[in-house]
């Protein structure tokens, strides 16, 4: 049975640090597309950052210098350091999975929308106050 379970969240005041954790069990996940979403109530769940093969294939512009992705595969899991917090990165942040233990086809090079993903955590929240 495939598990992926997040970690780390929290509350912190703006300009602080997060680390947040997915640790994945059940299949063989080194090889396969890893992404960072957060989903705000109401909102579209939203892709941020994503590996592909252990190496970062994007980031979204609102996070990019300050969000960074990385995946242990001796601790089998994939790692979300998230410095200089802002209000606006309030959201629950989960960690998906493509679903592709042999690797993803070649159009998953490209972002993906959420409904293509296949294994999910249950979600971590992060509030960031003023």
């Known amino acids: 049975q495939v598990q992926l379970v997040e970690s780390g969240g929290g509350s912190v005041q703006v300009g602080g640090s997060l680390r947040l954790s997915c640790v994945v069990s059940?299949?063989?996940?080194?090889?396969?597309?890893m992404t960072w979403f957060r989903q705000a109530p109401g909102q579209e769940r939203e892709g941020i950052i994503g590996?592909?093969?252990?190496?970062?294939?994007y980031d979204m512009p609102s996070v990019r210098g300050r969000f960074t992705i990385s995946q242990d595969n001796a601790k089998n899991t994939v790692y979300l350091q998230m410095n200089n917090l802002k209000p606006e990165d309030t959201d629950m942040y989960y960690c998906?999975?493509?679903?592709?233990?042999?690797?993803?086809?070649?159009?998953?090079?490209?972002?993906?929308?959420?409904?293509?993903?296949?294994?999910w955590g249950r979600g971590t929240q992060v509030t960031v106050s003023s």
């Open positions: 590996l592909w093969a252990g190496r970062v294939k």
């Open positions: 998906g999975a493509a679903g592709y233990s042999s690797g993803p086809p070649s159009e998953w090079f490209a972002q993906r929308p959420h409904s293509d993903f296949t294994y």
């Open positions: 059940g299949y063989d996940y080194t090889r396969d597309c």
